[in-house]
């Protein structure tokens, strides 16, 4: 998820009044500890405060409640089986890089070598896409995440 996503949704967790732990937090967001302390800052920078009780049961707790826009997430989890794609199409994305990708065709299992640039993430019902302009067949194409067998960022821009 992006940081924005990730520090709406540690609103959210903490908006039950209920104590986590910063270990907690992090497994619950996929991020390290460190970013949620990070997080934290950020939340408190805008004016919501999160008190912290220091010790081996400590943690952070919301006492005020933030009133948050209902957001429109999907009731099913959606599952990516290498992080590391996910992560690097982010990357390209935000810094708007072309990526190297070896494909998986669903249509006759064969792999293809393309260069594409990302465009946008998308959830296509179950699994995460990628909507990239593709150098191979110089038009807009969409790849599923959980087919791409191999990712390289290019300093191309």
Not at 45 to 61: E, H
Not at 137 to 153: A, G, S
Request: with cysteine; proline share 3%.
């Amino acid at each position: 998820m992006s940081k924005i996503s990730n520090v709406l949704q540690m609103i959210e967790y903490l908006n039950t009044g209920r104590k986590y732990s910063i270990r907690e937090l992090a497994t619950l967001l996929e991020v390290s500890p460190r970013m949620i302390r990070c997080y934290k800052d950020e939340i408190e920078k805008a004016g919501i405060y999160i008190d912290t009780i220091k010790g081996p049961y400590g943690g952070y707790i919301l006492n005020q409640e933030v009133k948050m826009p209902k957001r429109n997430t999907p009731s099913i989890k959606i599952e990516v089986k290498d992080k590391k794609i996910l992560n690097t199409l982010e990357k390209a994305l935000k810094e708007k890089r072309k990526v190297f990708i070896q494909y998986e065709s669903r249509k006759d299992h064969t792999l293809s070598k393309r260069i594409i640039h990302p465009f946008e993430l998308l959830a296509f019902g179950s699994e995460w896409g990628v909507a990239a302009y593709c150098e191979l067949k110089k038009e807009m194409r969409h790849f599923y995440i959980n087919d791409i067998k191999e990712i390289k960022l290019l300093e191309q821009f």
